[in-house]
């Protein structure tokens, strides 16, 4: 099926940062929670999500102290992860496009760089996955692993040419330590408002405002892990080193949250019949059709329902409205 008739989801961060493991984590949620409402659609995306899944949950549950965080390397290529959002008259197509730190990079070559660039425009939310020790560690010290500058100059792009809504969400993963208390969730909201602050600035702007939401949701994608240090290796490289929790297996949680998100800004935006979005043109008609039944409200229930908005950890930090929350 072309582009004109999926939502498109864009996926950014560095490499290794998390992003696989949040689908796998997501899609598995959604098949305990709601079985057959989110599935992958082809079996290439079935296959390498399961594998990604069985992966973590195995190295999760081993008996080693030390959690190998390097189990799923990141990919070199652009991948592609087809969905189908099941309602119980329609479905909706949907695809989440991931690409290598080094497409987004200043470094990139013109050819790789656009076709992000091209795919952001197109999209209807940006998932942002936060590599978090890089930004909270030693105050932020090795930040630059996290290529926050990279993928702020990609959101600008993907923003800068018309007037179109989009939803960007602020996904910090591996941030278990930093989500255990009050203070340290308060600490990693800060870290990652400031790490974002020319995004925060721009949404803000009288060019954009009204125009962007922006939510902060952390997300459990091993859960049973804790940051303990960093290894330094040979020339400008650093590894992540993760302990066990004594006692504690395997438990994703919360990566259902980006995609209940995603989906509540678009049904708002089909509610509100919002045709002046470039990503929204492009399928308006189709989903037109899709929804000229009760297909609508049945599907904005089930997407809403899950959505959580006052545990203290989660955040919108603009465009609540463009949320419909």
């Not at 602020?170 to 974002?196: G, M, N």
């Not at 080193?241 to 049904?267: C, I, N, W």
Request: hydrophobic share 40%.
């Amino acid at each position: 099926m072309a582009d004109s008739n999926r939502l498109i989801f864009t996926m950014l961060g560095p490499r290794g940062s998390g992003k696989t493991s949040m689908l796998a984590c997501m899609n598995r949620l959604f098949e305990d929670l709601l079985p057959g409402s989110f599935y992958p659609t082809d079996r290439k995306t079935y296959a390498d999500l399961e594998d990604a899944y069985e992966i973590l949950e195995t190295e999760a549950n081993s008996s080693k102290r030390q959690y190998n965080v390097k189990v799923l390397a990141g990919d070199s290529e652009i991948k592609r992860f087809d969905f189908t959002i099941k309602g119980k008259k329609d479905s909706i197509p949907v695809t989440f496009y991931d690409f290598p730190g080094g497409f987004i990079s200043r470094n990139a070559n013109e050819e790789d760089y656009n076709e992000v660039v091209n795919i952001v425009k197109k999209s209807a939310a940006v998932i942002v996955a936060i590599d978090t020790p890089y930004i909270m560690e030693n105050d932020g010290e090795y930040i630059k692993y996290a290529a926050i500058r990279d993928i702020e100059q990609m959101l600008k792009k993907g923003l800068e040419d018309d007037k179109q809504e989009k939803l960007i969400l602020l996904v910090p993963i591996k941030c278990e330590k930093y989500t255990e208390t009050w203070d340290s969730r308060q600490a990693l909201k800060v870290a990652v408002k400031h790490a974002f602050k020319s995004t925060l600035l721009m949404a803000e702007s009288e060019q954009y405002k009204g125009r962007v939401a922006i939510a902060m949701l952390p997300i459990h994608t091993i859960g049973s892990v804790k940051f303990s240090r960093f290894n330094f290796l040979d020339g400008d490289k650093i590894e992540q080193v993760f302990m066990k929790k004594a006692g504690q297996r395997f438990k994703p949680e919360h990566t259902d949250q980006p995609l209940r998100y995603a989906l509540s800004f678009l049904l708002e935006q089909f509610k509100r019949k919002r045709e002046d979005s470039s990503w929204w043109d492009q399928f308006f008609d189709w989903l037109m059709n899709l929804f000229t039944s009760d297909n609508l409200p049945e599907i904005s229930a089930y997407v809403r329902k899950g959505i959580k908005t006052t545990d203290d950890r989660f955040e919108i930090i603009c465009g609540r409205k463009l949320l419909g929350l």
